[in-house]
């Protein structure tokens, strides 16, 4: 195998900056459909198509990931960091997967269709059943909260990374070149 680069590729970071965007305002638009009952039909008619295309840009970027290699972390950083970087991503991506899934089983269960735009509608994924809906919307609604605390997680070790330790962690993700990374140490 190819040695391991020192920084994530274009698409990569293409997929990783313009997913964080997305899923923040998922985030956003879920908590205001849940506030607003006038914007709610406008909210949920933005929800569901960005739902569906995270889903899709969910596996293109699992896919990505499970076929090239990521840059090393830097070889001083303490075993809890490396065990909780490696933890952190698995539920990233486990979440991103996750959420989109389950929020259209709910819609299912609500006997719902999701329509994305126009007549372009998913096909159902679970029965329509008040109990399931119930169920999975409770998920939907705890496994958002989740996904935000480890958004914030995530975000807490890239800052500490480039501003604290400064060893060109952050660098290898950043939207913009920002020169090379340091040596690992």
């Not at 008619?45 to 569906?52: C, E, N, T």
């Not at 998920?139 to 996904?147: D, G, K, P, Q, V």
Request: glycine fraction near 4%; avoid cysteine; proline fraction near 8%.
């Amino acid at each position: 195998m190819s040695a391991r680069p020192d920084h994530h590729d274009a698409f990569a970071r293409l997929l990783h900056w313009s997913m964080a965007v997305l899923i923040l305002a998922m985030l956003f638009i879920g908590v205001a459909m849940v506030a607003s009952m006038t914007l709610r039909p406008t909210l949920l008619a933005l929800h569901r198509p960005i739902g569906a295309l995270l889903l899709v840009l969910a596996l293109v970027r699992l896919a990505h990931r499970l076929m090239r290699r990521t840059p090393a972390l830097p070889s001083d950083l303490p075993r809890w960091q490396r065990a909780a970087a490696h933890a952190s991503h698995v539920a990233l991506y486990a979440l991103m997967l996750a959420m989109p899934l389950i929020g259209w089983a709910m819609v299912s269960a609500a006997g719902n269709p999701v329509v994305l735009w126009g007549d372009v509608r998913l096909p159902a994924i679970a029965p329509h059943d008040p109990a399931l809906y119930s169920v999975l919307r409770a998920a939907h609604a705890w496994l958002s909260r989740a996904l935000l605390a480890v958004i914030a997680l995530h975000l807490a070790a890239a800052l500490h990374h480039a501003w604290v330790r400064r060893d060109g962690v952050f660098r290898t993700m950043a939207p913009w070149p920002l020169g090379r990374r340091a040596r690992p140490r």
